[in-house]
């Protein structure tokens, strides 16, 4: 882990494409800005953990539920074709 002192205003780059900015910081509180590229996730601890906490439970779902769920779902049967020939050209539908 990486520590590090700033002032306000001062700034960390990381990998070239991430800037951090400390905004202001004041008795135990310290406000920053972030500059990312738009497909960089940036979450507070909180929010992440809460997402993982959420994507476990969800591969933890129960095959007997599935099933449940598949009760209500329409018949994927494949319908039946129906084809009409003629005979030879002359004869009618």
Known sequence: MLIL?????????I??????TILESKN?????AINAPKNVKIYREEVYKQIQDANKQSD???VDLLGDLSG????????KKVVIKKKNENDEL
């Open 60 to 62: 933890s779902v129960s």
């Open 72 to 79: 209500l779902m329409p018949s994927n049967k494949p319908q």
């Open 28 to 32: 135990d509180n310290c406000k920053i």
């Open 15 to 20: 990998n070239d494409e991430i800037e951090i």
């Open 5 to 13: 002192s700033r002032k306000n205003g001062q700034k960390i780059i």
